[in-house]
């Protein structure tokens, strides 16, 4: 089964600061997606970023981008000019290959924490 | 569009108590999915479906039921509530079930089983 781990439970940054989020996650598949999801005190789960494992280019949200490392297994998430909007629970999510009709699943982190300092 | 609707957002259960998680999507999506997170956790699931009629377990159905008899909606059912299942519960859905297809989330339903 995979997993996906976080390993920084608490962030934080400076207003207009650089902050880089860490994940790493374990898989035997060669083809999958990868997933960065914000959740704001408001619970709402928002989408920040996604990457296709056969994609080398890392991709790139405006002010968020991704370090996606397929050897080391290791996606961490860069948010640049950080701002207070920006505080919340991050969580990294992996979603392998779907079989058949049953589509494929989502794995989560257990999320990190940020705080954007004023 | 609302998107992805969840009722109630609140509820407090006694324990032993049932009831359901109403869930739906105007998108027209096919596949649907509840979620619970417990505090400090990630989004574990609990039960997919990818259309009308279909369903399936995930990592954590023991204690839920589920069924899908349109695509708009996806109830989820809490059968003899009990403290274990004190979360937050999200329903989700998305046009396609794999690769990069984009889940939209619901608000969540706090629950507190008691």
């Known amino acids: 089964a995979q997993t996906v781990t976080q390993s920084q439970p608490e962030m934080s940054v400076q207003e207009a600061e650089t902050v880089t989020l860490s994940c790493t996650y374990d898989?035997?598949?060669?083809?999958?997606?990868l997933f960065w999801y914000k959740q704001p005190p408001s619970r709402q789960m928002i989408l920040v970023i996604r990457?296709?494992?056969?994609?080398?280019q890392n991709a790139t949200e405006n002010r968020f981008s991704v370090n996606f490392q397929k050897a080391a297994k290791s996606f961490s998430l860069k948010i640049s000019d950080s701002q207070l909007g920006d505080a919340a629970m991050y969580f990294c999510?992996?979603?392998?290959?779907?079989?058949?009709?049953?589509?494929?699943?989502?794995?989560f982190g257990e999320g990190t924490q940020l705080t954007v300092n004023p | 569009n609302a998107g992805v609707t969840q009722t109630p957002k609140f509820r407090i259960l006694k324990i032993g108590q049932s009831m359901t998680l109403q869930c739906t999507q105007d998108?027209?999506?096919?596949?649907m999915y509840w979620y619970r997170q417990d505090p400090g956790m990630g989004l574990k699931l609990i039960y997919y479906s990818v259309g009308a009629g279909i369903t399936d377990k995930g990592e954590v159905p023991n204690g839920y039921n589920v069924s899908r008899s349109t695509t708009e909606d996806f109830p989820l059912r809490l059968e003899l509530a009990a403290p274990s299942q004190t979360s937050v519960y999200f329903c989700?859905?998305?046009?396609?079930?794999?690769?990069?297809?984009?889940?939209?989330f619901g608000p969540g339903t706090r629950l507190t089983v008691l």
């Open positions: 989700a859905s998305s046009l396609a079930g794999g690769g990069g297809n984009e889940q939209f």
């Open positions: 999510a992996y979603r392998s290959p779907p079989k058949g009709s049953s589509g494929s699943r989502l794995t």
């Open positions: 990457q296709e494992a056969y994609k080398q």
């Open positions: 898989t035997s598949e060669s083809d999958y997606y």
């Open positions: 998108m027209n999506h096919n596949y």
